[in-house]
T-cell receptor
Framework: AQSVTQLGSHVSVSEGALVLLRCNYS??????LFWYVQYPNQGLQLLLK??????LVKGINGFEAEFKKSETSFHLTKPSAHMSDAAEYFC???????????FGKGTRLSVIA | KAGVTQTPRYLIKTRGQQVTLSCSPI?????VSWYQQTPGQGLQFLFE???????NKGNFPGRFSGRQFSNSRSEMNVSTLELGDSALYLC???????????????FGPGTRLLVL
């Protein structure tokens, strides 16, 4: 069965600092990997996804993630945090088109001025 | 295109009652999935409907049910509500193409259900 582990339920960074949110997955077949962001009282918005091809994926709002098969990781990064990045971030995995998304527990990102 | 819409946005019910939540997918999307989000359990998959048929089901009791109409709109129903059913219920739609595709699920704003 597929699963997702997000290390750190809460990450705090200073404005302008590097953002690094960690995600490790387990999957018996090559996975599809997603990062979603959730702002308070809203649904989830897709930041980026990896399907096939280039392992470094660029998303919206300056975020990017790198698929590392050998480490079974898909960490999310952003070079410089902005106050508006404060939100909850979810990593998710799926194995095929007809299987459901499996989400990690989420990481709450706080940005300190 | 309009996004995924969910109604109502907020709902308060008492234990033992039943509730029906509605989801309208993005135009052209044929797959609708439902998720329950709670602080303790996170995001958990309830079920997925495609072309009016349930294609996948999560590990929830039979009190949780759903259906999809011919226009792809979906409803989920929870009968005999329990306090633990208090949660944010999220609906997501996608094109629904079959096979090994990494198609994106687009989420609605959710319905926040409070059971007293």
């Amino acid at each position: 069965a597929q699963s997702v582990t997000q290390l750190g339920s809460h990450v705090s960074v200073s404005e302008g600092a590097l953002v690094l949110l960690r995600c490790n997955y387990s999957s018996s077949v090559p996975p599809y990997l997603f990062w979603y962001v959730q702002y308070p009282n809203q649904g989830l918005q897709l930041l980026l996804k990896y399907t096939t091809g280039a392992t470094l994926v660029k998303g919206i709002n300056g975020f990017e993630a790198e698929f590392k098969k050998s480490e079974t990781s898909f960490h999310l990064t952003k070079p410089s945090a902005h106050m508006s990045d404060a939100a909850e971030y979810f990593c998710a995995v799926k194995n095929s088109g007809n299987t459901p998304l499996v989400f990690g527990k989420g990481t709450r990102l706080s940005v300190i001025a | 295109k309009a996004g995924v819409t969910q109604t109502p946005r907020y709902l308060i019910k008492t234990r033992g009652q039943q509730v029906t939540l509605s989801c309208s997918p993005i135009s052209g999307h044929r797959s609708v999935s439902w998720y329950q989000q709670t602080p303790g359990q996170g995001l958990q998959f309830l079920f997925e409907y495609f072309s009016e048929t349930q294609r996948n089901k999560g590990n929830f009791p039979g009190r949780f049910s759903g259906r999809q109409f011919s226009n792809s709109r979906s409803e989920m129903n929870v009968s005999t509500l329990e306090l633990g059913d208090s949660a944010l219920y999220l609906c997501a739609s996608s094109l629904g193409t079959s096979g090994r595709t990494g198609e994106t699920q687009y989420f609605g704003p959710g319905t926040r259900l409070l059971v007293l």
